[in-house]
DNA sequence: CCGCACATGTAAGACGTTACATGATTGT
DNA sequence: ACAATCATGTAACGTCTTACATGTGCGG
């Protein structure tokens, strides 16, 4: 019951949790939907983080339904939690991005190679572009809120981004 | 002396040491001003990666010097492990944007809060943005490779997109 | 001679990843 | 009957953060 500060992944479960009772697995598909991009999480979280909020007091363990499934409910004290969570200042954002690291050590490379792993890189973000294009469309009308909208707005920017870098790269690098 | 595979951090810190003998307050540096805005570390992980490429043959530990500096040297396995790690194709990027968690919540957020805390982050952008730009004014024309440029102008790209970002946000989450 | 920046390191705990174990239900 | 998917959970390990402990040497 001694409460810890949330962490954002453990405040973004109580988010979804305002919607209403969820599962541990229905938990994780929310997440990965609709934070998964700028919010990684696996299921292995969170099933540790119900627990843990469960024991807090913060969510209750509803009966096991079919096929084991455990409904988790948001409780008063998770609702003050998730609220002080969200009045925080968030924290600066976090990026670890491999693909820069491995330009700013290219000299080690042989020529070529670094050209390689970038084609193959920008087919990627190209990829993720032309989903976050397609989700923005589809939903855009009916049950898409300014809130989510804003996010995902962020993603087709970012990765527009991306590939105008790619695109912008100099050919001593490009080749 | 078990070669366990090299993680991200260890490996750049290898890269870095391509460059001459360093220690690890050197290489904290080295890091936060060359790979610090897209791969974060601590100088407690510099000294433990130091401890543990050093038993694994990858570095070796030099004379201690005046103020207990312990410069390091990169071994011929040490290169090796370098260039395997660099020849594998890096992963995809983490980002984890706090922010964004806040946005995607934000109707939990009484009305202002949440402009309030854009307009905190924004500012903070704006002034990584205006770094960057200083930077590379700077050190565009002197000893800036193309490959740290590179990097470089990444930072500002990303950067001008989330300040375009935050200024295309419809008024009902900017107010 | 005192305060600050330099410099190395340890400890403890939080967080994250990967792999595995187990079983229920659905659809074919 | 069988495979695929749903669903929960544990174990082990790796990584990251924060705080602390300890001492050195430079500059005023």
């Known amino acids: 019951m001694a409460r810890r500060a949330l962490n954002a992944t453990a405040a973004s479960l109580l988010g979804f949790l305002h919607d209403g009772p969820m ?7 929310a997440a990965e939907g609709r934070i998964g991009d700028f919010w990684s ?4 979280q969170v099933y540790r983080e ?8 913060l969510i209750t363990a509803g009966e096991r339904g079919r096929r084991d499934r455990r409904p988790y409910t948001l409780t008063p004290p998770g ?6 969570w969200l009045h925080q200042d ?8 491999p693909l820069l690291l491995v330009v700013m050590f290219g000299r080690h490379l042989p020529a070529g190679r670094l050209a390689q792993i970038l084609a193959g890189h920008r087919e990627l973000h190209a990829d993720r572009l032309a989903g976050y ?19 995902l707005t ?11 870098w790619f695109d912008a790269l100099p050919p001593q690098i490009r080749v």
Do not use: C, H, K, N
């Open 41 to 44: 999480l696996t299921q292995s």
């Open 23 to 29: 599962t541990g697995w229905d938990l994780v598909a």
């Open 50 to 57: 119900l627990a843990a909020m469960a024991d807090d007091g």
């Open 79 to 84: 609702r003050a939690a998730f609220a002080e």
């Open 154 to 164: 962020f993603g087709v920017m970012y990765e527009r981004t991306v590939l105008a």
């Open 90 to 97: 968030p924290g600066q954002e976090l990026i670890r991005f």
């Open 133 to 151: 294009e397609a989700t923005l469309a589809e939903r855009r009308g009916d049950g898409l809120d300014p809130y989510a909208e804003a996010t």
